[in-house]
């Protein structure tokens, strides 16, 4: 069993930053792709930024040059650096992973969630 539990949301003035962390637990386990999403009341889930297990990462192009995606291997956790927030950034942030556990295989994982909200 694999969990990812997201930590670092919370209330940020426009032009503020956060970290998002995505924390993973358990045993025996390889993660190859882990994306952070986004929801807003009303909306959609977005892909917001992809990181690969070699370091590979993509962005959604409304918050390139303002969120970096970056991962501690060792730690097994994945960070979301938010600059320059803007009110849209207003989401439910959702980590995602493609994880391979011994014995049960291949499959995705989500965190729960955290709320981020900016607002002066």
């Known amino acids: 069993q694999v969990q990812f539990v997201e930590s670092g949301g919370g209330l940020v003035q426009p032009g503020g930053s956060l970290r998002l962390s995505c924390a993973a637990s358990g045993t025996s386990f390889s993660i190859y792709v882990t994306k952070w999403y986004r929801q807003a009341p009303g909306k959609e889930r977005e892909l917001v930024a992809t990181?690969?297990?070699?370091?590979?990462?993509n962005y959604a192009d409304s918050v390139k040059g303002r969120f970096t995606i970056s991962r501690n291997a060792s730690k097994n956790t994945v960070y979301l650096q938010m600059n320059n927030l803007k009110p849209e950034d207003t989401a439910v942030y959702y980590c995602n992973a493609d994880v391979y556990v011994s014995l049960s295989g291949r499959r995705g994982y989500w965190g729960q969630g955290i709320q981020v909200t900016v607002s002066s």
């Open positions: 990181i690969t297990s070699g370091g590979s990462t």
